[in-house]
């Protein structure tokens, strides 16, 4: 009987910190977002949205890319690259609550709440973690960094990208950016390919003007 007793005890533990974790933490944050005007797509219990982020990605994927009459790629690509941002920001607004799994995310566009969330060094803003493909676009720049490293690249991003430096691009950009603009002015073309390396090209242009910003500029 005793031993029955613990069991159903353990159960009622068990039970009751899944439900604290699953529901009650999940509705809260909900409810703290919601009184102050902030709303979003609602919580589903351990998934969260992710069934219906991975839902939006393949209906996407499953569509070519489109061209605009003059026979060129179209550039809006937020659809493509964040459906359900497009999404749920046309029905939300521009600041709207999600969840990844059990992890809230909240999405923002104001460009003063964006700076202030960039600038803060507190640690109170984490950053998600990138995906290889996201790891091939940004690299180990700013974006992605935290911490101690955050400070010390930011400190040398400082000293190069000031006003001065940035404000007049030297004729050696400008040339390197259009080499970079000719080489691929029939990206549209190819971009059926499979591995095209595009990633590699604005890679190679990114490193360009970072190094003629960092030295001054080539003559």
Same mark, same amino acid.
């Given at each position: 009987m005793e031993l029955l007793l613990i069991f159903f005890l353990l159960i009622i533990v068990v039970v009751s910190k899944l439900g604290h974790t699953i529901l009650w933490v999940p509705w809260k944050v909900q409810r703290h977002f919601r009184r102050q005007g902030i709303s979003g797509p609602p919580y589903r219990p351990i998934f969260g949205n992710t069934a219906e982020i991975r839902r939006m990605y393949a209906e996407?994927?499953? +569509?070519?890319? &489109?061209?605009?009459?003059?026979?060129t790629l179209n550039h809006g690509i937020t659809y493509r690259v964040m459906p359900f941002y497009q999404k749920w920001s046309s029905l939300y607004g521009k600041t709207f609550l999600c969840?990844?799994?059990?992890?809230?995310?909240?999405?923002?566009?104001?460009?003063?709440?964006?700076?202030?969330?960039?600038?803060?060094?507190?640690?109170?803003?984490?950053?998600? +973690?990138?995906? &290889?493909?996201?790891?091939?676009l940004f690299g180990g720049g700013l974006a992605g960094l935290e911490g101690e490293k955050w400070a010390v690249h930011?400190?040398?991003a400082n000293q190069a990208f000031n006003m001065e430096r940035v404000k007049v691009p030297t004729n050696k950009e400008q040339q390197g950016e259009m080499e970079v603009r000719q080489r691929n002015s029939r990206v549209h073309k190819i971009i059926d390919q499979e591995k095209w390396p595009c990633n590699r090209k604005f890679e190679e242009l990114a490193q360009f003007i970072s190094f003629c910003y960092l030295c001054g500029g080539w003559e």
């Amino acid at each position: 009987m005793e031993l029955l007793l613990i069991f159903f005890l353990l159960i009622i533990v068990v039970v009751s910190k899944l439900g604290h974790t699953i529901l009650w933490v999940p509705w809260k944050v909900q409810r703290h977002f919601r009184r102050q005007g902030i709303s979003g797509p609602p919580y589903r219990p351990i998934f969260g949205n992710t069934a219906e982020i991975r839902r939006m990605y393949a209906e996407v994927q499953s +569509k070519p890319v &489109p061209v605009n009459s003059g026979d060129t790629l179209n550039h809006g690509i937020t659809y493509r690259v964040m459906p359900f941002y497009q999404k749920w920001s046309s029905l939300y607004g521009k600041t709207f609550l999600c969840w990844f799994g059990q992890k809230p995310m909240l999405a923002i566009a104001d460009p003063e709440m964006i700076k202030a969330v960039l600038m803060n060094t507190s640690g109170a803003f984490g950053k998600l +973690k990138y995906n &290889p493909l996201a790891k091939l676009l940004f690299g180990g720049g700013l974006a992605g960094l935290e911490g101690e490293k955050w400070a010390v690249h930011r400190h040398i991003a400082n000293q190069a990208f000031n006003m001065e430096r940035v404000k007049v691009p030297t004729n050696k950009e400008q040339q390197g950016e259009m080499e970079v603009r000719q080489r691929n002015s029939r990206v549209h073309k190819i971009i059926d390919q499979e591995k095209w390396p595009c990633n590699r090209k604005f890679e190679e242009l990114a490193q360009f003007i970072s190094f003629c910003y960092l030295c001054g500029g080539w003559e």
